[in-house]
C-alpha cells in the first residue's frame, strides 16, 4: 500500500503511528504539473485508489472516479469516504468524526436529552467507516476479477454514525455492572520503527489456513519515493 501526501498538510505523528504501519510513505505535491503526472501514472496502475478529500478536492486535482476509470489498464476500485455523503447542500463541506456525531444525532442521542455528549470511545465513524471501506473494496476487487470493470466504494462518517444508531441504544440501567475499565488482558504486538518501539493490539481474529499479513514497517512520511514497492525492489 502506498500513501500519498502533501509536505504541507501531514497528519500527526499519533494518527500516523496508528494507522500507517505497513504502508509505504511517500510525499506528492499536486499544485505542481510534474507531481500532478506522477500522480495520475500511479492511479493509471493501481487496483485500488483511495480518497477521503471532499468531492470539491478531488474535482480540482482531476481525480474523480471517471477520470481515473478512464486512465486504468485494467480496471480501478475507487473507495470515496467523506464528512456528510456524495450528494446533498453538505457534500462539499470538510468534517471530522465529531462533526459526524453532531450532525447524524448520534451527540444528541448520547446526552439523552441533556448535552450533547460524543462516543465514550470518542472515536465512533472514523473507525467503522475504515471498516466498512476495507469490506466495499474487497467486494468490488472480487466483482472486477468475475466481471471486469471499475468501481466506487461511497462512504461518509455520518452515515457511519446513522448505522451505529440503527443498532440500537442500550438502557443506561442495564449498564450499572459494566466494568469501568477492562478486565480481559489485551494481546499486543510490537514492531521496531523509526520511532523506536511501537506496541498495538493483535488482530483479533486467526485462521487456521491463512497467515494474516504482518505489518513491520513504519517510516517517516515522505520516507519513500512516489513508485510502487515493486518498481523501487
Known amino acids: 500500500m502506498l500513501h500519498i501526501s502533501s509536505p504541507w498538510f501531514a497528519d500527526t505523528l499519533p494518527q500516523h503511528i496508528g494507522v500507517d504501519p505497513g504502508k509505504y510513505d511517500a510525499y506528492l ?21 483511495a480518497s477521503t478529500y471532499r468531492p470539491a478536492v478531488n474535482e480540482r486535482f482531476g481525480l474523480l472516479p471517471e477520470q481515473l476509470a478512464a486512465k486504468s489498464e485494467r ?5 470515496s469516504a467523506n464528512a456528510y455523503g456524495h450528494s446533498g447542500p453538505w457534500k462539499d463541506r470538510p468534517g471530522f468524526d465529531q462533526n459526524a456525531q ?11 436529552g441533556g448535552t450533547p455528549r460524543f462516543s465514550p470511545v470518542f472515536y465512533l465513524a472514523d473507525l467503522i467507516t475504515g471498516y466498512f471501506a476495507a469490506a ?8 472486477r476479477a468475475i466481471d471486469g470493470g471499475s468501481y466506487q466504494v461511497k462512504l461518509s462518517l455520518t452515515r457511519s454514525a446513522m448505522w451505529a444508531q440503527e443498532l440500537g441504544l442500550l438502557d443506561v440501567a442495564d449498564q450499572v455492572e459494566v466494568p469501568a475499565t477492562d478486565t480481559y488482558p489485551a494481546e499486543t504486538v510490537s514492531i521496531d520503527t523509526a520511532y523506536g518501539s511501537v506496541t498495538a493490539l493483535a488482530p483479533p481474529l486467526r485462521f487456521t489456513n491463512l497467515n494474516l ?7 517517516p512520511y515522505g520516507a519513500d519515493p512516489a513508485s510502487w514497492p515493486s518498481q523501487t525492489s
Open 29 to 49: 505535491d499536486l499544485r505542481y504539473e510534474e507531481d500532478m503526472a506522477r500522480m495520475w501514472e500511479l492511479a493509471a496502475t493501481a487496483d485500488v485508489f
Open 75 to 79: 480496471g480501478i476500485v475507487y473507495m
Open 102 to 112: 453532531v450532525a447524524s444525532g448520534f451527540a444528541m442521542a448520547e446526552g439523552q
Open 136 to 143: 466495499g473494496m474487497m467486494a468490488a476487487l472480487h466483482r
Open 213 to 219: 499479513p504482518t505489518h513491520p514497517r513504519l517510516v
